[in-house]
């Protein structure tokens, strides 16, 4: 019996996934037990940190796969959550009442719409690294957010759209919560998938040396505009879970500050790890969600914490727990067949 | 001697061995109680308070939230409501975010038990809210926010509205300027707006409804600024140009106040009256110094022009003995203190804290408040009330701008809402 096999499985699947594997394990469970905690609220937290989790992972395909930074991807779960909202609205019934049907196809539109519009958003970006791309995503995400604002015959402006009620067993919160653990749940394997595929490996190629993957014959700039609208795409997929979540949209939903949301979300869990934003969006929300209880002083809490992990753990709280671990990776009790897919795995470094 | 100890011993501790005792025997049998004897006696009711304390509603939120415990403190002191149950206030902070305050309010219903909720400042916040407590059947109590949309389009039967509705409000600056036309001889006016759905949509109710009710006033331009316009001189001095009796704005917010000072600045509004620019009380005392006199503005409920009501003394009373003589309720804060009395006397007269009883009891019901006796519409459950236009002034009465009695005119709310209650019932939303 070797050292592996003492240690057992937790470490067998950090060998074979890197953190990804027990993280998503961990939240899985957790996730999976939430409904049973008393009261409604610790599920209605718990589906709030599962959607913007998954904005915040779209986020990060774009922040810590590409090596990008967006101030405007908001826009993209913002056109997503319009995207079901008005499909909604326009299935309805005269007293507000959806179809299960309808109500499905309300939510997958969402996804191609936000691709559609990052594909046009994304041709221009694309063009541009560094603070440009960041500059003119922001751009971006402000002219679609000042278009909803001011559309009032068709978005309803900055009113927003409210009564987006999700039909029968839905409109019950644990069974909408397990709605969005299945989507939530889907589109991270997804993003595995996506994230470990060789399309995956020459994102970070693109992120550590841009020149060197044009002398090596890849087309950056297509390779950067289908990553764009991948992360578009699941961001959409978040958008649409958050109207009939809510009961509402609002035009806030493509503002920079939602924008920003996403950002922190990826600081804190740690941009480096496909789960970090996942991890970030349990820590802001979960704190966002009970200190208001407490403190008005929400805006100064989460920046004492930015500047504690900016200034202490730069690559946030995921990067502390796998600096731990790392050197039992490829320590020699490293079981010889577990070797080549660890050394693939390997998260996003 | 050992009476001298016990003081020493009150003086050092705060509180004699005695006392405690007694104290903590009395508190522990209490708690021993079973829940059913002690429930006639002191079943708290739970208001929760939504309002931003950050963000651009921040400045109108303050005196509210300094107000609201004032309130709740009188209504406790006779035992609460039905004198039975105290009022217990819990604030959140909706950071002007419509899903901030969804979850807010999910969270005050869900994990503090409120039986209401009071707020909020941004109709959007206001109306995603709606969709929150219309599904808990929780009473909802609008006191800032005054969008027509949350009593109409938007209607449930558990939201009421203290305020005059932005319909009713934009009514009320035709009726005064139609008035003031005809005293003043003004003719020819141009408007003002910002160019977006809002700007447009108000400029076209102010020009279509001013054309039926003072025809003699003709419009001779049109203009539009953008969102957010920093540099008003080119729209300042074209306007000075047409050399207008009147300008309307339909301008809002923050936009508006750079407007103002600029055109202060420019001596246009030396030149051209500008009626029905939104100046709340909070403003009168903020920009004390530096508002310009004789512009003519347009509030909701101002202290100074209900005084002869013993509601609102009593409020000015109250709240002058906390914050000072130089400190004076707002607008909203005069607005939450009716919408507390007025759960006050919808409990009494429901004979219960029931949030249906409760319900049905204010609907359609006539409440003493600090701007009179006022009636809600049965339809749409909003306030009868009136807003308020007149003349920036410098009073003796008081050491802040007011409007000057001389000119103020009270357009009284059912002169201005939807004429019937078929029309209104039906733009409202079908739920179910």
Same mark, same amino acid.
């Given at each position: ?51 913007? =989790? ?28 319009? &995207? ?14 959806? =179809? ?20 046009? /958003? ?43 009620? *999700? ?126 209880? %407490? ?7 989460? =920046?004492?914490?930015?500047? %504690? ?9 995921? &990067? ?28 996003? &470094? | ?146 969008? &027509? ?10 939201? %009421?509205?203290?305020? *005059? ?8 600056? /035709? ?7 005809? #005293? ?20 076209? /109710? ?5 054309? #039926? ?75 004390? #110094? ?12 101002? %202290? ?46 429901? =004979? ?36 308020? /236009? ?43």
């Amino acid at each position: 019996m070797n050292n592996a096999t003492k240690r057992g499985f937790w470490l067998r699947l950090y060998q074979t996934y890197g953190l990804t594997g027990p993280v998503s394990l961990v939240l899985g469970v957790a996730f999976l037990l939430v409904p049973l905690l008393p009261g409604e609220f610790p599920t209605i937290v718990a589906a709030e940190i599962l959607i913007l =989790g998954l904005f915040a992972m779209s986020f990060n395909l774009i922040y810590g796969y590409m090596g990008q930074i967006t101030f405007g991807h908001a826009a993209f779960f913002g056109v997503g959550a319009y &995207s079901t909202a008005l499909l909604m609205r326009a299935l309805q019934s005269p007293v507000g009442q959806v =179809g299960y049907l309808d109500f499905f196809l309300s939510l997958l539109i969402a996804m191609p719409v936000s691709a559609l519009c990052a594909l046009v /958003v994304g041709y221009f970006c694309v063009r541009l690294t560094g603070i440009y791309f960041a500059l003119l995503s922001l751009a971006f995400g402000e002219l679609l957010y000042y278009l909803v604002f001011s559309w009032y015959s068709f978005t309803k402006g900055d009113d927003g759209i409210q009564g987006i009620m *999700p039909p029968g067993i839905f409109s019950e919160v644990v069974n909408y919560y397990y709605l969005v653990l299945i989507v939530v749940a889907g589109c991270t394997v997804l993003l595995w998938r996506i994230t470990n595929s060789p399309f995956g490996y020459t994102l970070r190629m693109i992120r550590d040396n841009q020149r060197r993957a044009v002398f090596l014959g890849i087309n950056v700039r297509l390779v950067m505009l289908a990553n764009f609208v991948l992360a578009g795409a699941f961001a959409g997929v978040a958008g649409a879970l958050w109207g009939p979540f809510q009961r509402s949209v609002s035009p806030f939903l493509l503002g920079w500050v939602q924008s920003g949301m996403a950002v922190f979300m990826s600081l804190i869990g740690g941009a480096g790890f496909l789960t970090g934003p996942l991890v970030g969006s349990a820590i802001y929300t979960f704190l966002n969600a009970y200190i208001t209880q %407490f403190t008005v002083y929400w805006p100064l809490t989460i =920046g004492l914490i930015i500047l %504690f992990l900016v200034l202490y753990l730069p690559g946030g709280v995921l &990067s502390l727990l796998d600096k731990r671990l790392s050197p039992l990776k490829h320590h020699d009790y490293l079981p010889e067949d577990a070797a080549p897919e660890a050394a693939r795995s390997g998260e996003s &470094s | 001697m050992s009476g001298a100890k016990d003081d020493l011993t009150k003086k050092l501790h705060g509180i004699s061995r005695r006392d405690f005792l007694v104290t903590s025997v009395a508190a522990g049998t209490i708690a021993l109680l079973p829940r059913w004897v002690r429930a006639g006696s002191a079943e708290p009711y739970r208001i929760g308070v939504c309002l931003p304390t950050t963000g651009p509603g921040a400045n109108y939120s303050a005196r509210p939230i300094k107000g609201l415990p004032l309130i709740a403190a009188q209504i406790n002191k006779r035992g609460g409501l039905l004198g039975k149950h105290p009022i217990e206030l819990y604030f959140r902070d909706t950071q002007t975010k419509p899903d901030v305050g969804a979850r807010e309010a999910r969270s005050l219903i869900l994990n503090e038990k409120v039986q209401c909720i009071i707020g909020t400042w941004s109709s959007a916040v206001a109306m995603a809210i709606q969709e929150i407590i219309h599904e808990h059947k929780v009473l909802h109590l609008a006191a800032t926010s005054n969008s &027509s949309k949350i009593v109409n389009e938007n209607y449930t039967p558990y939201s %009421f509205m203290f305020g *005059p509705n932005s319909r009713m409000q934009s009514g009320a600056t /035709v009726v005064a300027v139609a008035e003031m036309i005809k #005293k003043r001889g003004w003719n020819k006016f141009v408007t003002l707006g910002q160019d977006y759905e809002w700007g447009r949509d108000s400029q076209r /109710v102010f020009v279509s409804e001013l054309a #039926k009710a003072a025809p003699e006033a003709k419009l001779i331009k049109a203009l539009w600024c953008r969102l957010g316009e920093t540099d008003f001189s080119s729209y300042i001095t074209a306007i000075m140009a047409m050399k207008p009796d009147f300008m309307f704005g339909a301008i809002a917010g923050k936009d508006n106040e750079t407007f103002l000072q600029q055109a202060k600045a420019m001596g246009l509004l030396k030149k051209v009256a500008y009626p029905g620019v939104f100046l709340p009380v909070t403003e009168l005392i903020q920009q004390a #110094k530096t508002l310009p006199r004789g512009i003519i503005g347009i509030n909701r409920c101002p %202290f100074f022009a209900n005084m002869q009501y013993p509601m609102m003394q009593e409020y000015m009373k109250i709240y002058q003995a906390k914050f000072g003589k130089d400190d004076f309720p707002d607008d909203f804060a005069c607005m939450y203190f009716d919408a507390l009395n007025g759960l006050d006397q919808a409990a009494a007269k429901a =004979g219960s804290v029931n949030n249906e009883a409760m319900r049905k009891a204010l609907t359609g019901a006539t409440i003493d408040t600090c701007r009179g006796k006022l009636k809600f519409r049965e339809c749409n459950n909003q306030l009868d009330c009136p807003s308020y /236009v007149g003349e920036v002034a410098n009073s003796k009465e008081w050491p802040i701008p007011v409007f000057d009695p001389k000119t103020l005119i009270v357009v009284p709310g059912d002169k201005v809402w939807m004429p019937s209650c078929d029309e209104v019932q039906k733009v409202q939303k079908k739920r179910s």
